[in-house]
């Protein structure tokens, strides 16, 4: 599963086992069982709309990896045990609770079980419908007796009833008579064992950060228990964090069978069961409705009243038009979302793929957080983080700017722990968590986890971008001025000014987005996102005193705000220390980035990767190597700050030690690489990034899907290959299409109108589906963009650089380490490599498409 040149990305082949999943532009379809990747096909098989979310386990409950059923944002607590203590360490853990599983439906033929592991298959399909949000599985089993039985199913988990779940189960027998047995269940899984004392296979045991925590104590306390209006129910307390739970199961059988029917309750197992007398050709069809709501502490009882409520619409709405109004809303997601690329099938399914996982995991989220695994697995505990805003929020902003306004209320709601947590480490304004579900530091690993201050500017970056991409003032003024206030304080509190000699302004002691440097002086991602953050604070306070002074006043009123402060923002802006060596004329990742040795990547064997699961912390830091993009990230996030030749003298550098240890790397690569002309290794990058979870490149899609990794899919696409800037508030494009790419084209929301862009070999055009024309420019060109399709004619598709970066080592420096050397400004400075080098071999030759078991941190 894992390579010894990871670092470099894949062809750009199809990986999938074509056999058992064809290509499908729409649906994902497997069409032989597996039971050696069932936590694999769990996740990828997963049915979630942003508030619930249903792994893809089998109707059966048995032949299981892990189960899984998931509400978002509903946790227990528990005490962070530190080996050592120290003062402003997080206390209180957080993981996502595995609520009671509703999906079980078990079927008895005449006494036989049915089991896919061992049951002897005629046919087999699962699918999951991605245009219509449906998961479905047809097979057709034939018992040990030789009577053949066809079995249907249906699951899905509503986009118009947040709060349900809807499932079918249709059983008929095509040969002969049979006594059938349908059991149907909700299950207590999260404490201990299910039903056959079977634990889980992935309980978090090992050393695997991606994993979530396991509990030492009992989760769920038992508050109610009972059979209610002939629907079974099930209500808890968590132990510690006292959120409640209700859910609420309804049923209903049609069949021309004679059959009897019998309901159970336990504290942690509610039962229906229905026995049957089946004739051949007369089938059995039954519909389970399952309502689920939570609160922070509103009683339990009171929670099944609301499922109540919401199983009597479904009741009354029925199934058919249940299915149907579930998919018109997939219909409308798809019709802002949707990317098109033409002649490439096995691409446009990965595509969908992707994006149908960010509409699951975010579109009815509500005024929740998104998960970094959405809804599909436990991995990270269910925590939000900072790749939400890089990663998520810019489709969101694009595609679906409510959406994007939910999860930046979100992080609004979160501002006063934020601003506890600074105080905490004493300092001024807010400083938001590094990873969280309820607004409190959940990392107990402060070194990669709380020194992360970027996470401020990353929200204040996915607010100014919103606000500019829809002209919303009215959430600025509300919400947004308060993040960039409190933001922004903390920056001018947590740097310094270094009086001797440019007088410029520096941030110690933090850690960037790449986690294999911690705790550093002045990292190039952190300082120019902490300026892009000033500059948008002293923007948003200016504008909205001249455009509504009289909000305005009473939101200065609110955060008690100074002018001299805005100033203040406005001076540390102006001088803030952005790292640049002058002999290599590159940009060091931090202020001792360039005095380490280079890590032989090359030389580092498959069984040692990823590095920090293998290797000792302080190993990792002592060398030039990277977890993920660092300064290629700030590159693409703030690249009007930056010439073309910083972006590839940059690229070049940091791109052959960067590891592809994180699944949030390889998207961003792909963008700057075909900004700066590398245009096969920015195809092979997309692959890498769009295939993360399909073909589980990092070896842990078993815990849930890489969400932010999925919105990276499509910036690579729009921005990546499209070349969609929206630097100050304008919309530009500078294409990159791939060779071998008729066209590509896609939807995007730009101040409340709907713009749609294609792109060929030969030109972009443009038109307006929804709203008022827009002006846009075009390789700085304007174009006015109306209800009439606009083409404008390409000169090529940019910049064309064959291969990709090549890693030279040079003479070791003074100080005994060993240099790298660049080509442009660096050989220009005299920097002549040593007498033996390493270099990557031809990046556009053959690679292995597996990657190692990576991502510690999202």
Not at 67 to 75: A, K, R, T
Not at 535 to 553: H, I, N, W, Y
Not at 711 to 720: I, K, N, P, Q
Request: charged share 25%; proline share 5%; aromatic share 8%.
């Amino acid at each position: 599963m894992q390579t010894d040149s990871w670092h470099r990305p894949p062809q750009p082949v199809d990986p999938l086992d074509r056999s058992r999943f064809p290509i499908d532009p729409w649906r994902l379809v497997e069409c032989a069982y597996g039971k050696d990747d069932l936590g694999l096909t769990e996740t990828l098989f997963s049915v979630s709309n942003g508030y619930l979310g249903l792994r893809g386990n089998v109707e059966e409950g048995r032949d299981t990896h892990t189960h899984g059923s998931y509400v978002n944002g509903f946790h227990e607590t528990w005490t962070i045990q530190h080996a050592e203590e120290a003062y402003g360490l997080a206390r209180v853990g957080q993981t996502m609770v595995n609520v009671p599983d509703p999906k079980t439906i078990k079927l008895y033929v005449d006494d036989e079980p049915l089991l896919l592991s061992n049951a002897d298959l005629e046919s087999y399909e699962r699918t999951l419908d991605m245009r219509r949000g449906l998961l479905t599985r047809d097979l057709i089993w034939r018992t040990s007796s030789g009577k053949r039985v066809r079995i249907s199913s249906t699951r899905m988990t509503s986009l118009v009833e947040r709060h349900l779940a809807v499932m079918t189960f249709e059983v008929e027998m095509l040969d002969g008579d049979a006594s059938l047995v349908i059991s149907s269940s909700i299950l207590n899984r999260q404490d201990g064992s299910d039903e056959y004392r079977v634990s889980s296979a992935a309980m978090g045991e090992g050393l695997d950060p991606r994993q979530a925590e396991s509990f030492e104590h009992r989760v769920l306390q038992p508050r109610r228990h009972e059979i209610v209006d002939d629907r079974l129910l099930l209500g808890y307390r968590c132990t510690n964090s006292k959120m409640t739970i209700a859910t609420l199961a309804h049923h209903a059988i049609e069949t021309d069978n004679q059959r009897t029917q019998r309901r159970s309750v336990e504290e942690d197992l509610a039962k229906q069961v229905y026995e049957i007398a089946a004739e051949r050709g007369r089938p059995v069809r039954v519909e389970k409705l399952v309502a689920v709501h939570t609160s922070s502490g509103v009683p339990p009882r009171e929670l099944a009243d609301r499922c109540g409520r919401t199983l009597d619409r479904a009741v009354s709405a029925g199934v058919p038009r249940l299915h149907r109004e579930h998919a018109e809303q997939w219909e409308r997601f798809w019709a802002e979302s949707d990317v098109e690329v033409e002649d490439q099938p096995a691409v446009q399914q990965g595509i969908r793929w992707n994006l149908f996982q960010l509409g699951q995991a975010t579109i009815r989220a509500g005024n929740q957080g998104i998960p970094a695994k959405g809804l599909t697995g436990t991995g990270y505990g269910g925590h939000y983080f900072w790749d939400t805003e890089c990663y998520v929020v810019p489709f969101l902003t694009y595609t679906h700017p409510q959406a994007a306004r939910n999860a930046l209320r979100f992080r609004h709601g979160m501002l006063d722990p934020a601003r506890r947590r600074a105080a905490e480490l004493s300092q001024f304004g807010a400083l938001y968590p590094w990873r969280t579900i309820n607004g409190e530091e959940a990392s107990a690993y402060f070194q990669a986890g709380t020194a992360q201050y970027h996470l401020n500017a990353d929200i204040a970056y996915a607010l100014s971008k919103y606000v500019q991409a829809t002209g919303d003032q009215q959430f600025l003024l509300h919400h947004g001025v308060d993040i960039l206030v409190e933001t922004a304080r903390l920056w001018t509190d947590l740097g310094f000014w270094q009086l001797n000699g440019d007088q410029s302004f520096h941030i110690h002691g933090v850690t960037g987005p790449d986690e294999y440097n911690t705790v550093v002086n002045d990292n190039f991602f952190t300082n120019v996102m902490a300026r892009h953050n000033l500059e948008a604070a002293v923007d948003a306070v200016r504008q909205l005193k001249r455009s509504d002074p009289g909000q305005m006043a009473r939101a200065v009123a609110r955060l008690g705000l100074r002018e001299e402060e805005v100033a203040t923002w406005e001076r540390c802006a102006q001088g803030m220390h952005i790292p640049y060596d002058e002999r290599t004329g590159v940009h060091p990742q931090d202020s001792h980035f360039l005095e380490r040795e280079v890590w032989d990547l090359d030389a580092t064997p498959a069984d040692r990767r990823p590095l920090l699961l293998h290797y000792h912390p302080l190993v990792i830091y002592r060398f030039q190597v990277l977890k993920q993009a660092d300064v290629v990230l700030a590159l693409y996030l703030v690249g009007d700050h930056f010439s073309e030749e910083d972006k590839l003298l940059d690229f070049d550098y940091y791109d052959p030690i960067t590891t592809g240890d994180s699944s949030l790397s390889a998207v961003v690569q792909s963008i700057v690489a075909a900004e700066v002309g590398y245009h096969e290794l920015a195809l092979r990058y997309f692959y890498a990034g769009l295939f993360v979870d399909l073909a589980d490149r990092h070896g842990n899609t078993v815990d849930g899907v890489h969400v932010a990794s999925t919105g990276g899919v499509w910036s690579a696409l729009v921005a990546g290959f499209g070349g969609m800037r929206d630097h100050g508030g304008s919309l530009t494009f500078d294409p990159r299409l791939p060779e071998g790419w008729p066209s590509m084209t896609w939807r995007m929301r730009w101040h409340q109108s709907r713009l749609r862009v294609r792109l060929d070999r030969e030109a972009i055009s443009f038109v307006i589906e929804v709203g008022e024309p827009v002006t846009l420019s075009v390789r700085g060109e304007p174009v006015e963009v109306g209800h009439e399709e606009v083409r404008v004619l390409l000169d090529g598709q940019g910049p064309r650089r064959d291969g990709g970066p090549q890693l030279q080592l040079v003479g070791d420096s003074p100080s005994g380490t060993r240099r790298r050397a660049t080509e442009g400004r660096a050989a220009a400075a005299g920097v002549v490599p040593h007498s033996w080098s390493i270099e990557l071999d031809d990046p556009t030759g053959p690679i292995p498409i597996r990657a190692p078991q990576a991502d510690p941190v999202t």
